[in-house]
């Protein structure tokens, strides 16, 4: 997996019905995964991010798998799909399901073209103050660790590879919306940060974040 290859994991689960998926990107840095090079980031992945956000969920989301395929160079036809078999780690019921927790990612650039959000599904209603409509946003609360793990990368013990957490997205017809000020059209994640105001996700579908 030569470095600065770029790789898309989505993570697909379910929550009353409804399928529920949001989607990442990281960067290679430094090589040395072996030739299943997917299953080492979908692996690290595994490690370094998704407990933190199961940590959040209630017991009702249900997750279905890991996709996970390389975005750059062009995107390979090989998809690697890892099946999961995990449930939200919270005992307690969601909140509503168009409710989602919102984590920002912030580029180290301005303006709105130039960072992304995450809508987390299916929080569990014990991190949700009914008093203020707020979550609580106290130490106790797994929102701390979930943002830090957005804004990590993926790094294993006993692997040399490291990937970098970027936004990413691929030009149409040789142009951007927003024109990146890097000829990559990558942005590296300089920060997260969540917001503690439960967000309707309007016409997006459930969970559906870049």
Known sequence: MPVGDIFKVATVAVLHGHEMVNTFHYRILADGAGPDNA???ASLFQVNVLPAIVAAQ???VQYVRLEVQRQLP???SIRLDRTLAQTGGASTPSVPDAVALVIRRRSL???RGYRGRIFVG???Q????PATG???TDPSTPFGPLTTAIATGLYGAGTPLTAEPVLYRRARNGTLKHPLPVASQILVINTSAMDDIP???RRRQLDRGR
């Not at 014990?126 to 103050?129: E, K, M, S, V």
Request: aromatic fraction near 20%; hydrophobic fraction near 35%.
């Open 39 to 41: 299953a080492t980031v």
């Open 58 to 60: 209630s017991n009702q």
């Open 74 to 76: 062009l995107p390979i």
């Open 109 to 111: 650039y301005a303006g």
């Open 122 to 124: 299916g929080i569990a």
């Open 126 to 129: 014990q991190y949700y103050n």
């Open 134 to 136: 707020r979550f609580f």
């Open 199 to 201: 967000r309707s996700q």
